[in-house]
């Protein structure tokens, strides 16, 4: 590795430890009433934890079988994002996650769970698969965003989310969605058309982040605990606005402190919920997914002009 | 005596002198593309593109809809939808403040015209984004409008042209904003699935959730010369990249060389090539 990748990942080293103690001391109660107050707040922490199970962990704990597949036919592959086919309590589906890294390296390979287009079309191309072969897909939706770079948007980062959406709207199999992190905008929703959408009780799902908003609207990237607060982006929000199906449980002070049992949480809740779309057609399973979107955000009134 | 006065003191003024002195200011501006001192009236008979480099010029949604449909005639549709403010959103001033003030300023509730009319005597819909109405930002009201649209094209079997320009989902709505992408995009599948036209015009400039759903959709994305279109902003990317990016990144050219557009058409062409599309398409 050249010297300059070397100084860069010392400096994200200690610009990490910086964050991990932030965080540590954050919990053990450095402004206790303030993160109290507000939840939103804390979830996008818990969300972002850095011990925090990601999609790989949940998949080697609520799947057997696991085979990933790779590459998008076209381009490469992206390993920001993880597919392939396993087995959910016996029964054969399509499993698809947004990865993270644990430490610098791995973040690095996995390019902080920002997926490039290449990834959303390995996903497609997984999904058609499993239409092909009439499997379930599962998706586990964990990212900051979309990476919004060069290469990103020569290659159509645009268009590869924009073709997932549409193209997940057509496909006559059950799709469940899981955000079990951080679902960062577009980037993440581009898997989260589901018949099903679940959210772990600490996760987030948000149309912008809460720096990007604190910097827009109050012109201060520090002030994200507010922006945070009036997104309105954690679970218990998106299930009142009806954008969201269920909240699944986590364990103690979140899904970081026991994996087993946060794996436990989700994958009971994904083989009932698979097995109440398992007495519907493929039509039926298309018309359900596209009335339940249909109907997201009648937030407005139709009275004539003042 | 004074050395001036008045001998008389009821003079009339006739009335059409007023209209004899014309007001000169504002007549004469600067091309944002080549600096040349250009006269309004000449840009608007060119259709707001400058006459000597093809700079385009932003015009609003009901401009756009006067250049497209025939005699410059259109019925438009759900006009009176407008958001209610969910998250009770409040920024440096409240939302609801903020949309009542666009209301009041602009002809419209929120930032979308939707339209029918015809189009070279094609019954057609067209949807034109406001930018003016903040920044053209989509969020449930114009979820629903669109959605609307497309279902009203097929059940009267028209084909649809959507007009971008936007900076992407309303922050101000949260995911509500963000679910409006799966809501029209789904929608267009079924436009799709029906077998109907769909003809994308992204114009200056169209980024975020807007361009990553329907605008990227069209069965033809065109574009017109010199527009901004991406997923990222450009102020995002250098701020992740830490680099400054090359001239003409994310232009219309730059998607066209990259396989991302159909075609950059100008906006004095761009009626008739629409209409040419659908006849190769339909008929």
């Known amino acids: 590795m050249s010297d300059e990748s070397n100084e860069r990942i010392a400096a994200l080293e200690k610009e990490l430890a910086k964050l991990r103690s932030q965080v540590d001391t954050g919990a053990a109660g450095e402004e206790p009433t303030e993160v109290q107050a507000n939840s939103a707040w804390l979830a996008v922490r818990l969300a972002r934890h850095p011990k925090r199970p990601h999609a790989l962990d949940y998949i080697e704990r609520v799947f057997t079988g696991f085979q990933e597949i790779h590459g998008d036919r076209a381009f490469g592959d992206d390993p920001a994002i993880v597919g392939g086919f396993a087995r959910l309590d016996g029964r054969a589906v399509a499993v698809i996650g947004q990865q993270k890294g644990r430490d610098t390296k791995q973040n690095v390979f996995r390019n902080f769970g920002m997926p490039k287009p290449e990834g959303y079309r390995k996903a497609l191309r997984i999904m058609r698969m499993a239409v092909k072969f009439n499997r379930p897909i599962i998706t586990l939706l964990d990212t900051p965003g979309a990476y919004p770079g060069i290469d990103a948007e020569e290659r159509g980062q645009a268009e590869a989310i924009a073709i997932s959406l549409r193209e997940m709207a057509r496909f006559g199999v059950p799709i469940i969605a899981v955000v079990i992190g951080e679902g960062g905008s577009g980037g993440a929703l581009a898997l989260g058309v589901g018949n099903q959408v679940f959210m772990l009780k600490n996760s987030v799902y948000s149309v912008i982040s809460p720096e990007s908003c604190a910097a827009i609207i109050y012109r201060d990237a520090s002030k994200a605990e507010q922006a945070a607060a009036a997104l309105k982006l954690d679970a218990p929000a998106l299930l009142h606005f009806g954008l969201i199906d269920r909240i699944i449980e986590e364990p103690g002070e979140g899904a970081h402190t026991d994996y087993d049992q946060a794996a436990a949480y989700m994958k009971a809740t994904l083989i009932s919920s698979l097995a109440g779309l398992s007495s519907l057609g493929p039509q039926q399973l298309i018309d359900q997914r596209y009335e339940k979107f249909r109907r997201m955000g009648n937030f407005f009134e139709e009275a004539a002009t003042v | ?283």
């Not at chain 2, 930018?131 to 649809?160: C, D, H, N, Q, Y």
Request: proline share 5%; with cysteine.
């Open chain 2, 1 to 283: 005596m004074a050395w001036f006065t008045r001998p008389t003191t009821n003079i009339k003024r006739d009335p059409a002198e007023a209209e004899r002195h014309v007001k000169t200011e504002g007549l004469w501006f600067k091309c944002d593309g080549c600096r040349q001192i250009l006269w309004r009236k000449a840009l608007e008979e060119n259709q707001q593109v400058c006459p000597h480099c093809g700079f385009h010029f932003k015009i609003d949604a009901a401009a756009r809809l006067k250049l497209l449909f025939d005699d410059g005639a259109w019925e438009e549709f759900d006009r009176d939808l407008a958001s209610t403010d969910p998250l009770d959103f409040v920024d440096s001033k409240r939302y609801k403040d903020r949309l009542s003030a666009m209301q009041r300023a602009l002809p419209m509730k929120d930032a979308l015209i939707s339209a029918g009319g015809t189009l070279n005597g094609r019954p057609v819909n067209i949807c034109v984004l406001e930018l003016k109405f903040i920044g053209g930002s989509m969020g449930s009201v114009m979820g629903e409008k669109i959605t609307r649209a497309i279902e009203r094209s097929i059940t009267r079997r028209a084909p649809l042209v959507i007009v971008s320009a936007s900076g992407g989902a309303r922050m101000q709505e949260g995911a509500i904003s963000l679910m409006q992408m799966v809501k029209i995009s789904a929608a267009l599948m079924r436009l799709d699935e029906a077998r109907l036209p769909y003809i994308s015009v992204l114009t200056d400039p169209t980024t975020g959730g807007v361009t990553a759903s329907f605008a990227m959709l069209g069965d033809l994305n065109i574009g017109e010369p010199g527009a901004l279109i991406g997923f990222a902003g450009p102020r995002v990317i250098e701020q992740t990249i830490r680099q400054k990016l090359p001239e003409g990144f994310q232009r219309s050219e730059f998607l066209l060389n990259h396989g991302f557009l159909d075609a950059v058409v100008k906006r004095p062409d761009l009626k008739q090539y629409i209409s040419q599309s659908f006849d190769l398409l339909l008929n």
